[in-house]
């Protein structure tokens, strides 16, 4: 029985680990390319506003008499907006790339709120570090605007993706090692 879920673990670790690796790999490719990786972003983002905009035809079919009118409003505004990010994709990536100055502009913002907020506590300077860096990347951002589309988000995603391959390959590679030197069911 130990055999079994051994190889189990260590089967559903090669996978992990190769799905890990790339991960790291398109990180590494989309910091390498970010111009190619941000239209590949917005070619996903306007996919998923079509779908979007499919689910609330459909739920419109099953809404309430009154909440129609706004399903179906709702989805012809997210499939017209899909529709249009992957026919300009140049365009929907700067869009794209404004949204996120914004989204960072208003979480440094309530990072460093948050940081004054939790003042006594330990660690709570790391907030204030975390909310400076935000907003400068915001204005890095927004400030060279729309230029800045070439790079932020296709490097933004890249750096995700190798932060979050490494870490999955060595939380991967600590299970393995787990259940190698202490296997289940021994003592």
């Given at each position: ?14 996978w ?37 905009g ?8 099953r ?23 992957l ?5 929907g990536l ?5 949204a996120?100055?914004?989204y960072?502009?208003?979480e ?32 890095m ?8 589309s070439?790079?932020a988000?296709g490097?933004?995603?890249?750096v ?21 030197f ?6």
């Amino acid at each position: 029985m130990a055999d079994s879920l051994t190889d189990r673990v260590h089967q559903a670790t090669t996978w992990s680990i190769v799905l890990s690796v790339l991960m790291i790999f398109a990180g590494i490719l989309a910091i390498l390319k970010p111009p190619i990786a941000g239209l590949a972003v917005t070619a996903v983002v306007g996919w998923l506003l079509i779908f979007s905009g499919i689910f609330h035809f459909a739920y419109a079919w099953r809404a309430e008499r009154r909440s129609v009118i706004w399903e179906i409003v709702l989805g012809v505004l997210y499939a017209a907006t899909g529709v249009y990010l992957l026919r300009n994709p140049v365009v929907g990536l700067a869009s794209l790339t404004l949204a996120l100055a914004a989204y960072l502009l208003f979480e440094g913002i309530i990072e460093l709120v948050l940081a004054f907020q939790t003042r006594p506590a330990p660690g709570s300077g790391w907030l204030v570090f975390d909310g400076v860096i935000t907003l400068l990347l915001a204005f890095m951002i927004g400030a060279s605007w729309p230029w800045s589309s070439d790079w932020a988000v296709g490097t933004l995603v890249g750096v995700s993706m190798l932060f979050s391959g490494a870490s999955r390959l060595m939380l991967s590679i600590g299970v393995r090692h787990a259940t190698w030197f202490h296997p289940a069911g021994a003592h």
